[in-house]
């Protein structure tokens, strides 16, 4: 079974714009989750997915959003990017209910200049 | 909410050496526990995971960890490490009474193994 895929895997962009990266889950899995990783703030949830419906949102501001589709692909997009904003950004799926257990894809590395 | 801490930033160690990377956590409702390892340039692959049952865990290439409920700690340990296990690790909690998959992670614990 192919893994999580996520593109594109190197981005850079300059502060201002915006940017929308891309996540295909295992196939089977609805549920897809982001997460942005960082040195300075480690790994820090974002938000979550499930059949085209945001189940959890993490304490982020409304700059990054998201959106699932039918076929459970995911993008998330981030308007006006800040300096700050220059991360490694993470994508998991998982089954439904499968009590956490996610599975990463290889991440989208996006600098911000 | 839940927190997670990685008591140690760093941990070198020697080739064929034991290691045992810890991990406390925190949390008001009970959770699942994982441990997942990051290689360079690369995203989390997940190493072991406790959901019940056994407090003893074992995981993928040789790594086992012990749920300990009353210290709320699931360290990770390994009884010989190789070169090949110099990497990043992550310990993750999941909160088992919100539905959905969100994880709270740790620091991180780079391992660096010496020849």
């Known amino acids: 079974k192919a893994g999580v895929t996520q593109t594109p895997r190197y981005l850079i962009k300059t502060r201002g714009q915006q940017v929308t990266l891309s996540c295909s889950p295992i196939s089977g899995h609805r549920s897809v989750s982001w997460y942005q990783q960082t040195p300075g703030q480690g790994l820090q949830f974002l938000f979550e997915y499930f059949s085209e419906t945001q189940r959890n949102k993490g304490n982020f501001p409304g700059r990054f959003s998201g959106r699932q589709f039918s076929n459970s692909r995911s993008e998330m997009n981030v308007s006006t990017l800040e300096l700050g904003d220059s991360a490694l950004y993470l994508c998991?799926?998982?089954?439904?209910?499968?009590?956490?257990?996610?599975?990463f894809g290889p991440g989208t590395r996006l600098l911000v200049l | 909410a839940q927190s997670v801490t990685q008591l140690d930033s760093q941990v070198p160690v020697f080739e064929e050496a034991p290691v045992e990377l810890r991990c406390n956590y925190s949390s008001s409702v009970s959770v699942y526990l994982f441990w997942y390892v990051q290689y360079p340039n690369q995203g989390l692959q997940l190493l072991l995971k406790y959901l019940s049952g056994s407090t003893l865990v074992k995981g993928i290439n040789g790594f086992e960890a012990e749920f300990n409920k009353s210290q709320t700690s699931f360290h990770l340990r390994k009884p010989s490490v190789h070169i090949s296990d110099t990497a990043e690790y992550f310990c993750?909690?999941?909160?088992?009474?919100?539905?959905?998959?969100?994880?709270?992670f740790g620091e991180g614990t780079q391992l660096t193994v010496n020849p």
């Open positions: 993750a909690v999941s909160d088992q009474e919100t539905s959905g998959s969100r994880l709270t």
């Open positions: 998991a799926s998982s089954l439904a209910g499968a009590y956490g257990t996610q599975y």
